[in-house]
Structure formats: C-alpha cells, structure tokens
C-alpha cells in the first residue's frame, strides 16, 4: 500500500473518513425515488395500462404546504389521476378524495387539510379530462366513459394509488380512506358496495345518488305553468320562507334562522292560504298545491312516494334561484331539467313529456341507481371486512336533497337491522347546511380523526362536533380551526337522533346541545 500514488492514497482516506450516510426511513421520500417511480410499471397492479406524465418533488412553503411528492399518472384510456407523497413523516395512511358534478377535473385542493396530516392524498378526474370551452356533458354519449365514471375510474386509481405507495416507501398503507361529497359521496358508496377491499373507512357526504336529478326536475316542473311562467314567484317564496320559519325555527330550542329538523316541522302550505284578496303574504291555492308538490316530492302511480321527502322546509329561499332564476338569470333547475328529458326521451321534449311514474327514480343519465343486491345486503362483504362508513348530508340541499342519505339509511337498516347497521354506518344531518357546505347552519367537522377512531381504535362516534368558520373555504377545513374564525357550532348525534340547544351556556359551543 506505501507503495500506491498519493492520489489515491488521499482519495481512499478521505472514502474512509467520509460520514455514513443512513437510507431513508421508510417514512420518507427522497427527491431520487420520487423521480424513479415515473419509470416503474404499474399497469399489473392496476389491471390496465398505466402512464406516469410526471413525478418531481414540490417543496414546502410558508403557507402550510408540506414537500412533497407529485405524481400525475394517466389509467387508459384516459383516465387522470393525482398522487401526493409526503417526503417526510408518512402517517402509514392514505386518503383518496372523492370529485363533484360530473368531473373531468384534477380536484387538488380537496386533500389540502389531510397532505398536512402527512396523509398520502389521492383523486382522479373519473374517466375524462375537460378541455376549456367544451361542453361538459358530451362525454356521456360514451358508455365506456360513463361505467368509467360510475365506478371504473375510482377503483382502477385506487389500485394505482396504493400500488405508486408500496412502491415510493416500500411498504403499503396500513390504513386506507376516501372522502368525498356530492358526487365524491356517491363514489365512496359506490366502492363499497362494489370494491369492499378498497378502503377501511368512507366519508360520504351528500351523495349524488338515487333520484337527484330527477326530483329537481319535478320540482321545476311543479312550479312551471304550461305557458313556462312560475306558479310560485319571489315574494310568494319569501312569504313562504318567513313563514316556515317563524313556525319551526325554536323548535331544537334556539332561534338563530336554523330549523333542526325540517321533516318534523309542522308548519303547512294551506296555513298561508289567501282568506280572501290575494296580497304579497299569502298564497293563492294553485301556489299551495305548487309548495305541497315540492316539498312532498315525486310519487308513482299508485300515488305512494319514491323516496321520504322533497326539498326541506326552511330551504324556500333557495328556490328563488333554482326554479325562478335571479338577475337576468335562468332557473338553476332549467339546464339539468332540460339534459335529462333530452337525454332520457328525446332531443325534442319538453317538461310536459317527462312522466315521473315512468322517469323518476331511474337517476341522471351518468348516475343510475346504487344495486343494493337482490337481498340489499350488498355491502355486506365490506361489513365483514370491518369497513365503516361515516356518511352526513345538509338538511338545506337543494342540489342533491337529503333524500338520498335518508333512503340509503332506511334501505340499510331494513336489510341488516338497527343493531348491525349501528356497528358500521352513522348518518349525520346538518341543519342548515347547503349542499356539501355553506347555508345558515353548521357545515364543517373533523372527519378524518372521527374515522380514525373508529376504524383503528373500534371508538365509533356518538356525536360530532361541526362548525362553520369564516376561515374555511373548501369543504374540509385544516383542524385544528381557528378559535376566532368560528361563527357558530352545534354537536350533532346520529340519525334519527336530534340536536337540541340545552341552554344556557355560548350556543356557539358544542357542548352546550344535547340529544333529543
């Protein structure tokens, strides 16, 4: 060795005196492994092939974002999906994110809150990317692109997501969940009716399921006259929200706009019937007949209802905008109605075509109607395999009425029985939320934790505390919120349990409701 260059004498000290540098734990992620997985194969995994676009690694910021892992990844035949890895600290767990409408979007921002959990976080756009300008609803002509968005596309990146982690960290998840709402709820229902192995827990919020559509073209058809003019105008409607309102709103024991529960609200259409001249505040008996229609909602032909209820009491201002329109716009109700008779009768009908014994429970043209099975029991393999499903739906939906979480509820309470359903389903009803958030009412909780309780540690949730902050603008809010961005707060119990203010603490505290 005296004998080797001074070079490499010197090149081999300095080997030997160099640090040892340690791998990387299994929780972190170095900049390497995440450029790697653009390379790797995951298409066995997944059951079809599957394109990497890009993987690189975004740095952290000043405003809460984490460094992490960004992989965008295309399932054929074009189906997008998102991946997020956290560079450090991975929780063992992922979240995959549910989308809304019809999709054909990355909806990045919904798993801000869980990235910051160290969450891996991902979603897809169900089947189909949208091009600016493009009309949103041609793609449903293609039925592959529909079944890809019914079902396919969230499965298949599922598998891809929890395939792209064992790859990334080189071990799987110990804990996988999805959360999503609207369209997003009918997708976590979806799998696990149908994929029960997917996830351990799903948060469903109001699922776009069953008779959405339909019911809201009912309702735009009950308050349009044969010469297309409204039977039910502004001023009849803000009567009849005034109304409902003065009668129910001190019914769960606080006056604050809020009706707790409208289905035992007694308040009546014909209590406002014009005694004589018709004015501004009462209504005519064609408009009571109009509101009845509405908040009934649709029935077969033997006269018995498709589902519990129509739009809620207490949501009557909301219709202004949905079956009259607002300054100079049209009716919120006037394009959906309108794609579903086209769609389900003919490029040339009209509302007086559509036949709601014939057309009203079948859904929208993408959605169709959950298979419970033959015997309903059609969850009950994801039962078996310990899944839970923490589902909650805003009482003031007009969007996807709070019929479809209530059916979904009854449907699986007939099947399996009270006690059976209580150990994997819990319903939450939010007075005064609007579809998915927003409304008068409380409209955010913390999900995530809940589910873990009870997934991981058997804790299922006997109340959940929500709230609506000023500071929360997404559907999920980062937890812990903001003491001094809360406006208001009530603790919820599940269905068909009531929330009740027990006075006479801060109404805006949870603690101070109780069940009823």
């Known amino acids: 060795m005296n004998n080797m260059p001074a070079q490499l004498l010197l090149a081999i000290a300095l080997i030997v005196q160099a640090p040892v540098v340690a791998a990387a734990t299994p929780d972190d992620l170095g900049a390497a492994a995440c450029t790697a997985l653009a390379s790797q194969e995951f ?16 740095a952290g910021s000043l405003d809460g974002q984490i460094a992490h ?32 409408g019809l999709c054909g979007v990355i909806r990045t921002n919904q798993g801000t809150d869980a990235l910051a959990r160290r969450y891996a976080v991902a979603t897809t756009d169900m089947g189909h990317r949208l091009a600016p300008g493009e009309d949103p609803r041609a793609w449903t002509r293609d039925q592959n692109l529909v079944e890809e968005w019914q079902h396919r596309a969230t499965h298949r990146a599922t598998r891809l997501a929890k395939a792209v982690i ?11 969940y999805f959360r999503g709402c609207s369209t997003g709820g009918r997708q976590g229902l979806t799998e696990a009716l149908m994929y029960p192995d997917d996830y351990d827990g799903i948060i469903a919020g109001a699922p776009a399921a069953q008779m959405v559509t339909p019911h809201n073209v009912f309702a735009y058809a009950s308050n349009t006259q044969p010469d297309g003019s409204p039977i039910l105008t502004a001023s009849a409607l803000t009567s009849l929200a005034d109304a409902v309102m003065h009668s129910c709103d001190l019914d769960d024991g606080l006056k604050d706009g809020v009706i707790g529960n409208p289905n035992a609200c007694a308040f009546a259409p014909a209590d406002l019937l014009c005694s004589g001249t018709e004015t501004n505040h009462c209504l005519t008996r064609e408009q009571v007949t109009a509101a009845e229609k509405i908040y009934r909602g649709a029935r077969r032909e033997d006269g018995t209802p498709f589902y519990a209820m129509g739009y809620a009491k207490g949501t009557e201002r909301d219709w202004i905008a949905g079956l009259l329109g607002v300054d100079g716009r049209p009716p919120r109700r006037a394009g959906s109605a309108q794609f579903t008779i086209e769609r389900k009768i003919g490029p040339n009908a009209t509302l007086a075509d559509f036949d709601y014994a014939k057309h009203g429970a079948t859904g929208s043209p993408v959605g169709g109607l ?39 509820y009854r449907t699986q309470k007939e099947a399996f029985g009270e006690d059976e359903l209580d150990s994997f389903l819990r319903l939450f009803m939010f007075p005064g939320m609007t579809h998915c958030r927003g409304g008068m009412g409380v409209d ?65 505290d949870p603690q101070n409701w109780r069940k009823k």
């Open 370 to 408: 959950l298979d419970f099975g033959a015997d309903g029991k059609k969850l009950k393999p994801y039962v078996n395999a310990g899944g839970k499903i923490l589902l909650y739906h805003g009482w003031s939906d007009t969007d996807a009425t709070p019929a479809s979480s209530l059916y979904f």
């Open 43 to 58: 298409g066995s995994a997944v059951g079809a092939k599957v394109t990497i676009d890009s993987a690189k690694m975004v």
């Open 69 to 100: 892992c960004h992989v965008l990844a295309t399932i054929a035949p074009s189906t997008g999906v998102e991946i997020q890895l956290p560079q450090a600290d991975w929780n063992h767990r992922l979240l995959f994110t549910g989308c809304g």
């Open 166 to 176: 064992a790859k990334a960290y080189g071990q799987a998840e110990d804990y996988a």
């Open 444 to 508: 955010t909780a913390d999900y995530l934790t809940v589910i873990e309780r009870w997934v991981e540690h058997g804790a299922a949730p006997q109340g959940l505390d929500a709230f609506r902050s000023a500071a929360a603008p997404f559907n999920y809010a980062a937890y812990p919120l903001d003491p001094a961005a809360v406006v208001t707060g009530r603790r919820l119990f599940p269905y068909p349990a009531e929330s009740v203010y027990a006075g006479p603490g801060n109404p805006a």
